[in-house]
C-alpha cells in the first residue's frame, strides 16, 4: 500500500511538471512513466480490494442469501424451541402424573396403616377389659368366698359361743347363788360372740372394698389408655405408651394398701 500512495504521488509532480499545450487546459506528459507508475499502482494494490469489490458487487446477493439462511435457522429454532416445550410439557406431565400416583399410593398406605393400627389398638383395648373382667371376676370370687368362710367362720363361733353360754348358764341356773353371775357371764359371751362376727364381718367388707377399689382403678387406667391411643392414632402424634398407665395405676394401688 505505501508504494501505491507513492506511485500517486510521483503521478502528482508528472502532471504538475508536465508542460502545457498552448490554447488548452491539457499538458504533455510522458506516456511510458506515466503507464510504468500506473502498473507499479496496479501490483501494489492488495487482492483483497478486487475481493471487497466483488462483495460490494454481490453484496444483495450475499445479503438475501444470510437473511434466507437466517429466516431458515429462526424457523429451525423456533420448531426446536417448540419441540422442546412440548417435550418438557409432556414430562412435565408425566411427572405430576408419576407425583400424583405416588401420593395416592402413599395416602393409601397410610390409611392402610392407621386402620391397622386402630384395629390393634382397639383388639389390645378390649384384650385388657376382657382380662380386667377376667381378674375383677376372680377377684369378686375369691373375696366372695373369702367373705362367705369369714362369715361362715364368726356364725359357728357365734353359735359356739351361744351354746357354751347356754350351757353354762343351764349349769348356772341349778346353783341359787351364782345365777346372777350365770347370767353375766352368759350375756359377756353373747356380747362377745357378736362383738367378732360383727369384726370379721367388717375385714370380710374392707377385703372386698380394697380388691374393688384395685380393679377399678385397673379398669380406669385401661380406658385412659384406650382414649389417649385413640387420640395419638388421630392426630398422628406417636406411638400409644400403655405401659405408663398400668405403672402410674401400679403405684395408686400400692399407695392404697
Do not use: W
Not at 424451541?81 to 397410610?110: F, G, H, P
Not at 385412659?224 to 385413640?230: E, F, I, K, L, P
Request: hydrophobic residues 35%; negative net charge; charged residues 35%.
Amino acid at each position: 500500500m505505501y508504494r501505491v500512495f507513492e506511485a500517486l504521488d510521483e503521478l502528482v509532480a508528472i502532471v504538475e511538471e508536465a508542460r502545457g499545450v498552448p490554447m488548452t487546459a491539457g499538458c504533455v506528459v510522458p506516456r511510458g512513466d506515466v503507464l510504468e507508475l500506473l502498473d507499479d499502482v496496479r501490483d501494489a494494490i492488495p487482492g483483497e480490494l478486487d475481493d471487497a469489490q466483488d462483495v460490494l458487487d454481490h453484496k444483495d446477493k450475499l445479503v438475501g442469501e444470510a437473511r434466507s439462511n437466517a429466516e431458515k435457522t429462526i424457523s429451525s429454532a423456533d420448531a426446536e424451541a417448540n419441540s422442546t416445550i412440548e417435550n418438557a410439557r409432556d414430562d412435565a406431565d408425566r411427572i405430576l402424573a408419576d407425583a400424583k400416583a405416588q401420593a395416592d399410593r402413599m395416602v393409601a398406605e397410610a390409611r392402610a396403616h392407621a386402620e391397622q393400627l386402630v384395629t390393634d389398638a382397639r383388639a389390645e383395648a378390649e384384650s385388657s377389659v376382657a382380662e380386667g373382667q377376667r381378674e375383677y371376676d376372680s377377684l369378686t370370687g375369691r373375696a366372695r368366698s373369702e367373705a362367705d368362710r369369714m362369715i361362715e367362720s364368726g356364725k359357728a363361733s357365734y353359735e359356739r359361743s351361744v351354746a357354751e353360754g347356754t350351757a353354762e348358764q343351764e349349769r348356772l341356773v341349778s346353783q341359787t347363788e351364782v345365777v346372777q353371775a350365770a347370767h353375766a357371764e352368759s350375756a359377756r359371751v353373747i356380747d362377745s360372740a357378736h362383738a367378732e362376727s360383727d369384726r370379721l364381718r367388717s375385714d370380710c367388707d374392707l377385703y372386698v372394698d380394697t380388691k374393688l377399689a384395685e380393679f377399678e382403678d385397673f379398669l380406669n387406667g385401661t380406658i385412659r389408655s384406650v382414649g389417649r391411643g385413640r387420640q395419638q392414632l388421630r392426630t398422628g402424634s406417636g406411638v400409644p405408651d400403655y405401659a405408663s398407665d398400668y405403672d402410674v395405676d401400679d403405684r395408686r394401688a400400692e399407695r392404697r394398701r
